[in-house]
């Protein structure tokens, strides 16, 4: 059973920064992709960003592009994200997701079966 907790949220202004982390139990973190949601209020969760377990391969949402960096430690058991230049459209909760498959990334919601309890980020103007 894939266990996940995130860490890392808070409440930043507009153009800071933050790294959430996603500590990864019951499974090796080499045998999942890790993925990266947001839930914005009133919004359908949206996909930020993925990286494969095999090869590391990462894909990032339109949200995502150029401002976020996704990364895994698998000898910590560990997932990253890294987000820059944070906008107030960036408020919402933050979640880390496996996938049922386990290896295989994808961008759909559903296809995620293990989810952390998520960590909310909040930007302010």
């Known amino acids: 059973q894939v266990q996940l907790v995130e860490s890392g949220g808070g409440s930043v202004q507009t153009g800071g920064s933050l790294k959430l982390s996603c500590a990864i139990s019951g499974v090796p973190a080499s045998s999942v992709c890790i993925a990266w949601f947001r839930q914005a209020p009133g919004k359908e969760r949206e996909v930020l960003a993925t990286i494969n377990a095999l090869n590391g391969r990462t894909y990032f949402g339109d949200s995502g592009k150029g401002r976020f960096t996704i990364s895994r430690d698998n000898a910590k058991g560990m997932g990253y994200l890294q987000m820059n230049n944070l906008k107030p459209k960036d408020t919402g909760m933050y979640y880390c997701?496996?996938?049922?498959?386990?290896?295989?990334?994808?961008?759909?919601?559903?296809?995620?079966?293990?989810w952390g309890q998520g960590t909310q980020v909040t930007v302010s103007s």
């Open positions: 997701a496996a996938p049922t498959s386990g290896l295989v990334c994808t961008r759909r919601p559903d296809d995620y079966r293990y």
